[in-house]
C-alpha cells in the first residue's frame, strides 16, 4: 500500500520561505508523477505544482508562478516544494499527491494522497 507523508509546514511572514517535503513508501510499481495541492476551508482543493517521474513536465499554477519551485529526488522517493515569497493568500493546507501515471496534471490523475500540513502566511 502506498502511503505519503508530507513535512515542513509551519508559520512564515509574508516574504519568506519554506520548503515542503514528502516522502513516499510502499511504492511497488514503477514511475510515478508527483504533485502538491493545498485547500482553504470552504475552497475547492486547488493543483499548485506538479512533476513528472522524469523531472521533464513541470506545472505550476498561475498564481505561485516564479516563487514555487517543485522538484523530486527519485532515489530516496521525495518530492519537495520550494516555497519562496510567501503571500498571505498562500496561506493553505498542503498535499501531497502521486500517481501511477508518469505525467499528471490534474486532480482526477492522482491517486494517493497524503494527510496534509498547514502552512500559515502572517503580516
Known amino acids: 500500500q502506498v502511503q505519503l507523508t508530507e513535512s515542513g509546514g509551519g508559520q512564515v511572514q509574508a516574504g519568506g520561505s519554506l520548503t515542503l517535503s514528502c516522502t513516499a513508501i510502499?511504492?511497488?510499481?514503477?514511475?510515478?508523477?508527483m504533485g502538491w495541492f493545498r485547500q482553504v476551508p470552504g475552497k475547492e482543493r486547488e493543483l499548485v505544482a506538479s512533476?513528472?517521474?522524469?523531472?521533464?513536465?513541470?506545472f505550476y499554477a498561475d498564481s505561485v508562478k516564479g516563487r514555487f519551485i517543485v522538484s523530486r529526488d527519485n532515489v530516496k522517493k521525495m518530492g519537495y516544494l520550494q516555497m519562496n515569497t510567501l503571500k498571505r493568500e498562500d496561506t493553505a493546507e498542503y498535499y501531497c499527491?502521486?500517481?501511477?501515471?508518469?505525467?499528471?496534471?490534474?486532480?482526477?490523475?492522482?491517486?494517493?494522497w497524503g494527510q496534509g500540513t498547514q502552512v500559515t502566511v502572517s503580516s
Open positions: 499527491a502521486a500517481s501511477r501515471l508518469l505525467i499528471a496534471d490534474t486532480e482526477g490523475q492522482f491517486d494517493y
Open positions: 510502499g511504492v511497488t510499481f514503477g514511475g510515478f508523477a
Open positions: 512533476i513528472s517521474w522524469t523531472s521533464g513536465s513541470i
